[in-house]
């Protein structure tokens, strides 16, 4: 007999089913026992009588989350919320539970960093959660509308190697690795191969996929692993034009997660996904640290943002615009990647942006530079050597479109759209400095 989803029991009642899923709740009345059964689509009562011996028998030996198989009637009730319930027939039990359980599982989430990790080591026990696996299903519409988004641009996929001979940016927070009898390391960001598509005329580019930072950042934001969403685009004419596609992008996929989702990440996270309208405003660096000061907010950088700042200059921006989104423009080039293009009437600024989202950057983008005598002088002035990046510069030695793209990290996408205080609880099984899979050490 087919399987039939709980979602779909209201179609059958007065029929015989199929129904397969985890033991909710168990509540033993003596001659009558009530197992509240789950699936991935919702919940149903099922009840077993002390008549049939071999259902009775199977159902008592039955506890919370052992996985069964169940044949039975759907029959009116009018007494259940949902309006009727499954008579069980036969029982058959696929896997039973050990007990108790290591973590509860509709515990309420906290901010505790040992209750975290408690639930982080039985992350498969988590994700039962109806809280965890709502987020999952957002996860896959939302990274569904961004690849939908960009293929109905005439966007192509392509799978950057992890595995690269050269290190994406400086070199000081990559993770080395031994490749045969060479050195090589895991790709920071699929950036030089996402330009390597440009410089192929594939002409529009996305990748979608892991990157990895050996940053030993104890942080709620960072992950030493994490998915990136990653976008190139040629023959731009300014990094203006990058921040048009992300916005539109960034839209597009908030209303198809809202359509989708929107009721039941009200109710169950508390939050509404808004989509927005209009443009999203521009901000220069310079404009935000004045904006910060009057507000009486330090800052100890006058080339990047702290937690605290990004977090402050959201709200000051919201307030004054009514936009959730910022684009920070006019970072200093020294403070930013050496592929970046400068600004020609003044070099010092970087031809780029971040985009901030609810006082969380989420993006980093920016006009790459395509002119090969420009990128080594730029390499040259963070002291990088030529050798190291001769593969890179090969790319552009033939002749290369002007470009430029931007990076998306979609576990904080996620976490902001949301509400959830940590990257760690929106990523499927996250990697730390001090976590690896499960953690490393303990004290």
Request: charged share 30%.
């Amino acid at each position: 007999m087919e399987r039939i989803h709980i979602k779909d029991l209201k179609e059958y009642i007065g029929k015989e089913v199929r129904i397969r899923g985890r033991v909710d709740t168990i509540r033993d009345q003596g001659k009558i026992l009530f197992l509240v059964l789950r699936d991935r689509t919702g919940k149903v009562q099922t009840v077993a009588w002390h008549g049939d011996e071999e259902v009775f028998k199977n159902a008592k030996s039955l506890t919370n989350e052992s996985v069964v198989d169940i044949i039975g009637d759907v029959k009116e009730a009018k007494q259940v919320a949902t309006g009727y319930e499954v008579a069980i027939k036969s029982l058959k039990v696929d896997s039973l539970s050990n007990t108790p359980l290591p973590i509860v599982i509709e515990e309420p989430h906290t901010n505790n960093i040992s209750a975290l990790d408690r639930r982080l080591d039985y992350r498969w026990i988590d994700l039962r959660s109806e809280r965890n696996s709502l987020m999952m299903d957002v996860a896959t519409t939302m990274g569904h509308a961004l690849r939908t988004y960009c293929i109905e641009n005439e966007f192509k996929e392509i799978q950057a190697p992890r595995i690269i001979s050269a290190a994406s940016e400086s070199g000081a927070s990559v993770f080395e690795v031994k490749y045969f009898d060479k050195k090589a390391y895991l790709a920071q960001s699929p950036q030089f191969h996402k330009q390597m598509g440009i410089s192929s005329d594939l002409e529009r580019v996305f990748n979608m996929g892991p990157v990895f930072r050996a940053e030993k950042s104890f942080t709620t934001r960072h992950l030493t692993e994490y998915t990136s969403f990653d976008v190139e685009m040629g023959y731009i004419d300014s990094y203006k034009d990058v921040c048009h596609f992300e916005q539109e992008m960034l839209k597009y996929m908030l209303k198809q997660v809202k359509e989708k989702h929107g009721e039941e990440i009200k109710r169950v996270f508390g939050t509404e996904v808004k989509v927005p309208e209009g443009d999203f405003p521009f901000l220069s660096v310079e404009e935000a640290k004045k904006k910060l000061a009057k507000a009486g907010v330090p800052s100890k950088d006058t080339g990047d943002f702290s937690p605290e700042e990004e977090k402050a200059i959201g709200q000051i921006m919201e307030e004054e615009t009514g936009s959730e989104f910022i684009f920070m423009v006019d970072y200093p080039h020294a403070r930013r990647a050496f592929y970046h293009m400068k600004n020609e009437e003044n070099p010092s600024i970087a031809l780029g942006f971040d985009l901030f989202w609810k006082g969380l950057e989420i993006t980093t983008g920016a006009q790459r530079e395509h002119r090969v005598e420009n990128l080594k002088e730029n390499a040259k002035e963070r002291g990088m050597g030529e050798e190291s990046l001769s593969e890179y510069f090969d790319y552009f030695k033939y002749g290369c479109p002007p470009h430029g793209g931007f990076a998306i990290g979609t576990e904080r996408l996620l976490m902001k759209m949301l509400g959830f205080g940590s990257i760690l609880e929106t990523t499927y099984l996250p990697n730390t400095p001090n976590r690896l899979g499960k953690l490393i050490a303990r004290k």
